[in-house]
């Protein structure tokens, strides 16, 4: 079984439910919303991961391995296995396209699918929308701070499994990075690629300028040299010896990974421009995150790519959302959670978007599907029976979105610091209405 695409990749409580509505004859329309409940030191959140979602629901059912497994496994009858061999998705996505911008208790997904459908899904919708919503709300914070530098994705080696290195490229992507330095989310994805050295390559050999010299006789298109492995200021004097001998490649770029990434990245530059070599640039990495960068662009360090592993693919400052898939509406009716501290809004919704004179992002209004409002709705169809109403988004137009997102961000939410003044949603009267509604009945 494929373990990505496998509908064993849930919960228990997933299947225990299912066995629960099927024994009752319960499985009626319902309608479940994917929401985030507040922001984690950030002034906004950026939708991601939508296009796994609609490949999973398009091929949603289960192997005669799983089902023996299921069948074998002692908690569940034959009626209920059989029910499950045909089991398909064939019910409707609503989303915002990847790349919109969201704020809290907007639904970004709202699954309409019979219950045993919507239900067995939660878990792996929740999965997929949380991680790479995470990682491009974080990755587009270094697209802020740096806008015109190189930024690549480093993090494959300490991202929390082989998948969550795989979409946190894409997701990074997605939010304006340049490129990844992981070569199979080049192959799937189609994102360029970027890497040049690690230190072992210089160790291995007996002669720092020797490496450099062979590297760049093996990658004369890619020759970027890593510089800090000994003495950063001494190796980039070799670079200025070495440069002559290698015409006609041409050094594209050093590459600094320790230190203190500021002061390096001025004597290299000296050392460099010194040395006729001014169109040769200087990348780094090493521990970074969009504060770091924001320092050193801050000093004005003659820096001019980043490449952010460990902080990004595992959105360090904030390593988790909180997020939510709740049942809005069943057979009909809306439904709403009470809960101290979770509660939720009633029946499928709609949000509107205002912009300013300037075309800046102004407010939000958050209401029910049909209660038409002014501004531009930004929840939108995807699947109907079952079925994409349309071919893959692009992973570039999704990219593009996601730029003209962060472009008409207000200033003071494309600060690193948590802004005083928040962005506003309202919620519309109908919205609240219903919620009163619901809040009579008794249960």
């Known amino acids: 079984m494929n373990p990505q695409s496998s509908p064993l990749l849930t919960d228990l409580y997933q299947f225990t439910m299912l066995q629960a509505y099927f024994d009752e004859g319960m499985n009626e329309t319902a309608v479940f919303e994917f929401f985030v409940r507040d922001l984690p030191q950030r002034n906004f959140l950026m939708a991601a991961g939508l296009e796994q979602v609609l490949q999973f629901l398009e091929n949603l059912h289960f192997t005669p391995e799983e089902l023996n497994w299921l069948a074998d496994c002692g908690r569940f009858n034959t009626d209920f296995i059989d029910f499950l061999k045909t089991l398909r998705f064939t019910g409707e996505v609503h989303a915002m396209p990847e790349g919109t911008l969201f704020f809290p208790h907007q639904p970004i997904l709202r699954i309409t699918a019979p219950i045993t459908q919507a239900q067995l899904v939660e878990s792996r919708i929740i999965n997929l929308l949380h991680f790479q919503t995470l990682i491009a709300s974080k990755a587009a914070r270094s697209v802020l701070v740096a806008p015109g530098k190189l930024l690549v994705d480093f993090g494959l080696r ?246 003209a997102e962060l472009a008409r961000l207000p200033e003071r939410l494309k600060q690193l610091e948590t802004s005083p003044q928040p962005y506003s949603v309202e919620i519309a009267p109908a919205l609240r209405q219903l919620a009163e509604a619901v809040d009579r009945i008794a249960h």
């Open 158 to 403: 300490r991202a929390h499994g082989a998948e969550a290195g795989l979409l946190a490229a894409r997701a990074g992507y997605l939010a304006g990075y340049s490129g990844t330095a992981t070569v199979l989310a080049g192959v799937q994805f189609g994102i360029p690629l970027y890497g040049t050295m690690a230190h072992s390559y210089i160790q291995a050999h007996a002669d720092e300028t020797a490496a450099f010299e062979r590297f760049a006789h093996s990658q004369p298109t890619n020759t970027v040299l890593l510089i800090d492995t000994y003495d950063t200021e001494t190796a980039a004097e070799k670079v200025v010896k070495l440069a002559p001998r290698l015409q006609p490649i041409r050094i594209k770029a050093v590459r600094l990974d320790s230190g203190n990434l500021s002061e390096h990245a001025h004597n290299v530059r000296r050392i460099l421009d010194r040395g006729g070599l001014s169109e040769v640039g200087i990348f780094c990495s090493g521990n970074l995150d969009e504060h770091e960068i924001a320092r050193l662009l801050a000093q004005g360090a003659p820096i001019d790519g980043f490449g952010v592993g460990t902080r990004l693919d595992t959105s360090a400052d904030a390593p988790y959302l909180d997020c939510a898939y709740k049942l809005v509406e069943y057979a009909g009716q809306p439904r709403r959670k009470r809960s101290e501290g979770k509660a939720t809004w009633p029946g499928r919704k709609q949000v509107y978007r205002i912009n300013a004179a300037d075309g800046s992002l102004d407010h939000d209004i958050l209401t029910l599907e049909n209660d038409v409002q002014a501004g531009a709705p930004l929840i939108q169809p995807f699947m109907l029976s079952g079925k994409r109403l349309a071919a893959p988004e692009p992973l570039e137009e999704s990219r593009r979105r996601a730029a």
